[in-house]
């Protein structure tokens, strides 16, 4: 990860996974209000084709082993100098956030072919991989010789990596809690946008691997770490309109289909006061299906 390379890759797999489960588990809610049943949460989600493709549990299979062939050939093989002493301390710390996550992607391919795993093992390992990466990062960002700048962009998103592990626990124990899978949405999608900045902020991208480090950023300068600390607000703010927006587009393409039309005339024949007409409102977000029921 210590180059414009490996954080850019980061950024790059959790943005294509927050809206992988965006464009799957939104589609999913809106139906289960629909048709009034509860909705169902999983780890993963295949391809939608006839013949049977995990797609994304084999991405999170092939990131990971991107990202530990990047880190174990940086600076040589070697784990340890002449004097016995170890080396690439940084590099062993990313080894190991990236072999949480790996485990995770093999359990998830194991299981979508439905071999003969615990129930719950594919939602544990990825409670681990997140704990380990808030956890691991707490140390890292802490090393000795690191910049205050560089120290705070690690610092700041761990909180959102523990959140990701604690909406995963919650998934584990109810697998119908909406707002849970919404959590680990939010949070896979802040460390996207966050590591997008981040990329750009400490490194130059070329010459790749883009580990030199960007000279236009004073690692130093007090206002640059507060103008980082300010960013990730603004961070949270745009992730949250993001998330708001994204289900209103597959709102609003469901609708396009046809699906949810019972609904919908329920909606355009209850009067400009729907309460005394004997219907009630049901916000979509609050468990409701976006319409009107009557009573």
């Known amino acids: 990860m210590g ?4 954080h850019i890759d980061e950024s790059i797999f959790f943005l294509c996974l927050a809206f992988w489960w965006m464009v799957n588990k939104f589609p999913r809610h809106i139906r289960s209000q629909w048709r009034k049943r509860e909705y169902t949460t999983r780890v993963s989600y295949p391809l939608p084709t006839k013949k049977f493709i995990p ?3 084999i991405l999170k299979v092939l990131f990971p082993i991107g990202g530990l062939i990047g880190e174990f050939l940086t600076g040589g093989v070697a784990l340890k100098d002449a004097d016995g ?15 949480l996550f790996l485990v995770h992607g093999l359990i998830d391919v194991v299981m979508s072919y439905g071999l003969p795993l ?3 093992l594919d939602f544990l390992s990825a ?6 990466y808030g956890q691991s990062f707490g140390y890292h960002a802490h090393m000795h010789g690191k910049a205050e700048l560089e120290m705070t962009i690690h610092v700041l998103p761990i909180t959102t990596m523990y959140a990701c592990s604690v909406a995963g626990i919650v998934e584990l124990l109810d697998r119908h809690c909406f707002a849970a899978s ?10 996207g946008t966050w590591f997008s900045q981040a990329s750009f902020v400490m490194y130059k991208p070329f010459p790749l691997p883009g580990d030199i480090l960007n000279p236009n950023w004073d690692q130093t ?9 300010a960013s990730f607000g603004y961070h949270m703010i745009l992730n949250v309109v993001i998330v708001t927006v994204v289900y209103l587009v597959c709102y609003a393409y469901l609708r396009f289909r046809g699906e949810g039309q019972n609904q919908f005339r329920r909606l355009t024949t209850c009067g400009d006061c729907p309460e005394e007409n004997g219907f009630q ?4 977000l609050n468990g409701g299906n976006g319409g009107f029921e009557g009573h």
């Open 3 to 6: 180059s414009f390379v490996g």
């Open 127 to 132: 409670i681990a991989a997140f704990f380990w």
């Open 118 to 120: 615990p129930r719950g």
């Open 55 to 57: 797609l994304e549990a």
């Open 85 to 99: 002493n170890f080396r690439k301390l940084s590099s062993m710390q990313h080894m190991s956030i990236y072999g």
């Open 281 to 284: 409102f049901k916000p979509l």
């Open 182 to 191: 919404m959590t680990r949405i939010f949070c896979v999608l802040m460390l």
């Open 221 to 229: 300068d007090e206002r640059n770490v507060n103008f980082i600390v």
